[in-house]
């Protein structure tokens, strides 16, 4: 058994455990051998384990803050866990050719758009790197939501899956700055859809 099965076990015996978890859209998740962007908001450090564990059968792959890479012990951790090394703020062609050949490979690069975790429960704008990595590898884009109720044992927890969006019936020629950014916009609206459905639950 890979260390990261062995880790999506343990993982998914605690959630469970701890957390009231409501769990929608899996059907949505694209079997194994489709490369994907999977895209959702950004709140909690849990957020990474959340998207992947209902995920069965394939891993995700992230990109991390290089600071993290840093740290003795949680490097190796987080690099067999999938995750790679990226600078905030600076945009690399190198991480993007990486995760394009990530997704072209058939595997899930899980991203967050907004860049960085919201602390007040609001999402903020998107950034325009995994509509430009389904572009350039052809995949869909699978939008996700997750919404908490809490961090305390037994809270309330929605993880919901949207319909995967292809962009390929979207874009139609050569794609400008502004257009890209539009088509972030466009994917980003599905996430918000999701998450303020997920708050009208839990209020």
């Known amino acids: 058994m890979s260390f990261y099965l062995f880790s999506f076990y343990v993982c998914r015996l605690f959630f469970y455990a701890y957390f009231k ?3 929608k859209g899996i059907e949505n ?3 194994a051998g489709e490369g994907i962007v999977l895209i959702s908001n950004h709140q909690s450090y849990l957020d990474p384990v ?3 564990l209902n995920v069965k059968g394939r891993k995700l792959y992230f990109m991390a803050k290089e600071e993290l890479f840093k ?3 949680l490097s190796p951790i987080i690099k067999k866990l999938g995750a790679f090394p990226v600078q905030r703020g600076k945009r690399d062609p ?3 050719e ?3 050949n990530i997704v072209k490979s058939g595997e899930i690069m ?3 758009p907004e860049g960085r975790r919201s602390k007040n429960g609001k999402l903020m704008r998107p950034k ?3 509509v430009q990595i389904a572009i350039e590898s052809g995949a869909r884009i699978l939008p996700c939501a997750i919404c908490y109720k809490g961090k305390h044992p037994r809270s309330k927890v929605f993880v919901e899956y949207g319909k995967p969006i292809d962009l390929n019936e979207i874009v139609k020629g050569k794609l400008t700055s502004n257009d890209i950014k539009a088509l972030s916009e466009k994917c980003w609206d599905m996430v918000s859809e999701i998450y303020k459905k997920q708050q009208g639950e839990l209020s």
Do not use: E, R, S, W
């Open 29 to 31: 998740i694209p079997k």
């Open 50 to 52: 959340m998207m992947g």
């Open 71 to 73: 740290v003795p012990i």
């Open 98 to 100: 990486k995760a394009v």
């Open 110 to 112: 899980a991203m967050f």
């Open 94 to 96: 190198k991480v993007i």
């Open 21 to 23: 978890l409501d769990f």
């Open 128 to 130: 325009t790197g995994a």
